[in-house]
């Protein structure tokens, strides 16, 4: 049984950077401790159009390309009279894939209330660069462990650990350097997916053709390919049947190897 000491042990993370390894614990906050739980002023969808001046996210496009607009005069009122986000505030989506998070750049857009959401944080207590990492640690789901909906009482109760200001900006420069880098790779990748598709379709025939577009140096001038059938240069070819006894839904000493279905 753990004594009441063990459960109070203070919270320090594993690896900390050499400057704050003496600064003391962390501090477990409540979300709802650091800020209000905040949305936009709802939008009919009378209101709405397929075109228009500022575009409209709904939880369906969050993230995403937006398919509705809203008058840059309703934008206004709204924006002047009701809550809306600072730029660099963490967007929250409150249903469907729960817990996904957009930063608010701070160009004209307008959210989609209650399934869209952000805390109003006090960057003097809590960076929104630390808070967007600290998103990634919560287990989102709501107290019977569904995730159709998150109640902003549910995001109110959600808890996380706050570092001193240095340390978040620390932190959060770390991990967004890693992201850049990241962010940096899947591009070059995607590049070379397209160039690897496009020599693809230079170097077979095109349709209803013999010879492709594209060809090494050395095979210039070795004729055009051939047109077989699978059949004539392989045999298809099935694994047999396993009875009940043969396998196993679970690995053991017994049943090691993998069945693919």
């Known amino acids: 049984m753990r004594s ?3 459960k109070k042990k203070p919270l320090v993370p594993r690896l900390r950077f050499p400057e704050f390894r003496e600064a003391g614990a962390w501090e477990v906050k409540r979300l709802g401790g650091i800020g209000s739980v905040s949305m936009c002023k709802r939008i009919l969808k009378s209101q709405t159009s397929e075109s228009g001046d500022i575009p409209f996210y709904k939880i369906g496009t969050f993230s995403k390309q937006a398919d509705a607009f809203i008058e840059n005069k309703i934008y206004e009122e709204f924006k002047e009279k009701y809550s809306f986000p600072n730029k660099g505030d963490i967007l929250i989506s409150a249903s469907g894939t729960i817990g996904r998070t957009v930063v608010y750049d701070g160009k004209p857009a307008y959210f989609q209330d209650s399934n869209i959401v952000w805390i109003a944080n ?7 660069a630390f808070l967007y990492y600290c998103y990634k640690t919560i287990q989102w789901q709501t107290d019977d462990n569904t995730i159709s909906r998150l109640y902003n009482d549910n995001l109110r ?13 620390k932190i959060a420069h770390c991990l967004s350097s890693l992201d850049e880098v990241i962010g940096l790779q899947a591009k070059k990748v995607q590049a070379l997916k397209q160039h690897k ?3 693809m379709q230079q ?3 095109a349709e209803g053709e013999t010879t492709p577009r594209l060809r090494f140096p050395e095979f210039r001038e070795a004729g055009a390919w051939e047109v077989k059938r699978l059949g004539e240069v392989a045999d298809v070819v099935a694994a047999g ?13 017994k049943y ?5 279905s």
């Open 122 to 128: 006090n960057e003097n207590i809590l960076l929104n």
């Open 256 to 260: 090691i190897f993998p069945i693919y």
């Open 4 to 6: 009441k000491s063990d």
């Open 241 to 253: 049947d396993l009875n009940v006894d043969d396998y196993s839904t679970e690995r053991t000493d």
């Open 203 to 205: 170097l077979f025939p």
């Open 197 to 199: 598709k496009g020599l």
């Open 157 to 169: 109760k959600m808890k996380i650990v706050v570092p001193p200001i240095p340390e978040q900006q």
